[in-house]
Structure formats: structure tokens, C-alpha cells
């Protein structure tokens, strides 16, 4: 069975590009290479699966490539690309995200309009909830985004489920809520957070440092992604979460303790776009597909903090 991981050189794709070859499944990646973070970094998340015998890239922007002739060869998509960030996604840039986020998941789900496909598995995110006056948030809460990136992949859900009613395709969205782990983008904040405090620089705290939010291990994530492969309901969106809510200020005193270092800490002012508060209830993906986070925060920020000590070179 070959599958079809869009946006496969990032942080999330790469790790399910080596959880899915291991599985044994035939794998074709695509990546555009978006100048979000530096290509090297991205080169380098691939460097396991470009050894694979079973792994085909392909360089390209969902926009210009032959779509039609890929997803022949695929049972499945996992659709992971996107631009991310919440903070950069205001203003000019915008019309990035409407290109990579919307756009670009609407020209791939017309695509696979007359693909028999197993699943259309949808890379969405915590961000379409906003400040939610409901915690744990369940699939049922108000979606309201606070940011125009909340909006970009809101709207890509949308399309995925305007595609399965009109269409058929078996979509399933999952919401990730904040993943970490190792190869993490180097503009998210565990990833700012650690290499701060290995290297001794200061870290901006946007606001008091008292928000909430809910980490997901990157393995969880990818199992999630395995999972609904298989169980998933078709035109359903599940939530995925690390069971792992906390301050903060409390993961950087878990990095402190884990590193032997202490933090520089400078408070700024809370920035447009960030929640408040986040915290998953994932009930529905656990009924429907037997989803459980495993890795609690204090263990996956000292696997985060292990990775990201012995590969700092690799960001700088």
C-alpha cells in the first residue's frame, strides 16, 4: 500500500514519514520548501527516509504540481502542509496563508475528486478553538479563532468536509494542540524555550506566563495519525491532545530542572493571537479509534531537551 504525506520535510511530517516506512507502507513526500524556517533544517528532517528504498520525494507547491498522475499511484493522504505560526500569519503575509493553507488543500481535495482513496487524513490545529470559554474543549465548542492562521486552517477544514458530503472523499481532520518533541520548528516556543537555556540567552514570556496550554508529544501525534488512518470516521474532525496541560512558567522550571540551568526570563506584552488557555478532550478520538497520549510533559521535554543539546549545530 503506498500513501501520500504532503508537507513531509516538516516537523510532524517527517516523524510520521518514518512512523508510516516503518510500518512498511510505500511512501511518496512532497515538500515546496516554504522559506517559513531555513531549507537545511528541513533537509536535514529527512535525512532517515531519503535513505528508505520505499520513500519517493518529490520538490513542489500542491499549486503546480500534476497531481492527478501522484495520487494514482496512493491509497491515502496525509496532508500536512501548511504555513504555520500564529504571530507572523497578520497583516501582508496573509495572503501566504490563504495560498498554502487554503488554496492549496482546496486544488488538492479537487484532485482526489475521482481517486478511490482510503483516507484524506487533514493536518488541523487547536488554533481554529480560540479562546474557548469551555475547558476541556471538545469537538462541539465554538470554533473561534483569534488569529488569521485560526482562520486559514479553519477554513481548510471546512473544505475537507465540503468535499466528503459532496464528494465522498473519506476525510478525517485531527486538531493538534501544541506538539513538541525533537526537530520542532525553531520558531515554537519549547524549541526557543530549551536552546535559551542551554546556550544562556534570555527568553521572552509573552503576558505572565501563567497561560495554559495542552502539549502533545510528537509520537502521540503520529500515532494519532496512524490511528485514524485505520478507525478514523469519514467527515468527522477528532482532537489531539498530550494530556499534558500546564503553566508556562511551570515548563520552563521542568527545562531549568532537566537542563541543570536556569532561565533569563523578560516579560513582553501578550501578543495578538494567542489563546489563553488550551486543554483537550480527546473522549471522541479514543472511542473511535483508541487514541491515548503516553509521554507526560516531564518526560518529553527531557527527550526534547536530550535531542535538541546533541543538535544545536544543526539551527545555527
Known amino acids: 500500500m503506498a500513501l501520500l504525506i504532503t508537507g513531509v520535510a516538516g516537523f510532524v511530517g517527517s516523524h510520521l514519514a518514518e512512523r508510516l516506512l516503518k510500518e512498511g507502507f510505500d511512501l511518496i513526500g512532497v515538500d515546496s520548501f516554504l522559506d517559513y524556517y531555513p531549507k537545511g533544517i528541513k533537509e536535514n528532517n529527512l535525512k532517515r527516509v531519503r535513505e528508505n528504498p520505499r520513500f519517493e520525494f518529490i520538490e513542489g507547491n500542491l499549486l503546480n504540481l500534476n497531481l492527478k498522475e501522484i495520487l494514482e499511484q496512493v491509497d491515502a493522504v496525509f496532508h500536512q502542509a501548511a504555513i504555520p505560526g500564529v504571530r507572523a500569519s497578520w497583516g501582508k503575509d496573509f495572503s501566504q496563508y490563504v495560498e498554502n493553507n487554503i488554496q492549496a488543500t482546496q486544488v488538492l481535495l479537487e484532485a482526489c475528486k475521482d481517486i478511490r482513496l482510503k483516507k484524506f487524513i487533514y493536518a488541523s490545529s487547536s488554533s481554529i478553538y480560540g479562546d474557548s470559554d469551555e475547558l476541556p474543549i471538545k469537538e462541539t465548542s465554538p470554533t473561534n479563532p483569534v488569529s488569521p492562521y485560526g482562520v486559514s486552517k479553519l477554513a481548510g477544514e471546512h473544505l475537507t468536509a465540503l468535499y466528503f458530503k459532496g464528494y ?25 524555550f530549551i536552546s535559551a537555556v542551554l546556550l544562556g540567552r534570555e527568553i521572552e514570556i509573552y503576558g505572565t506566563g501563567e497561560q495554559t496550554r495542552d502539549f502533545t ?13 485505520f478507525g478514523g470516521k469519514e467527515g468527522e474532525a ?20 532537566i537542563s541543570g540551568k536556569s532561565a533569563n526570563l523578560k516579560y513582553k ?46 539551527y545555527r
Not at 477528532?238 to 530542572?257: D, T
Request: hydrophobic residues 35%; aromatic residues 12%; contains cysteine.
Open 269 to 314: 506584552d501578550p501578543q495578538r493571537g494567542d489563546a489563553k488557555h488550551t486543554y483537550a478532550d480527546v473522549s471522541k478520538a479514543k472511542r473511535d479509534f483508541g487514541y491515548s497520549p503516553k509521554v507526560n510533559i516531564y518526560e518529553g521535554l527531557a527527550r526534547h531537551c536530550k535531542w535538541l543539546k546533541d543538535n544545536l549545530d544543526i
Open 168 to 192: 465522498g472523499i473519506p476525510t478525517v481532520s485531527l486538531r493538534y494542540f501544541t506538539v513538541y518533541g525533537s526537530r520542532q520548528r525553531p520558531d515554537m516556543g519549547f524549541h526557543k
Open 217 to 229: 508529544f510528537i509520537e502521540d501525534a503520529v500515532e494519532a495519525n496512524l490511528q485514524a488512518f
Open 238 to 257: 477528532y482532537n489531539v491532545g498530550g494530556g499534558s496541560r500546564i503553566k508556562l512558567i511551570e515548563a520552563i522550571r521542568i527545562i531549568e530542572e
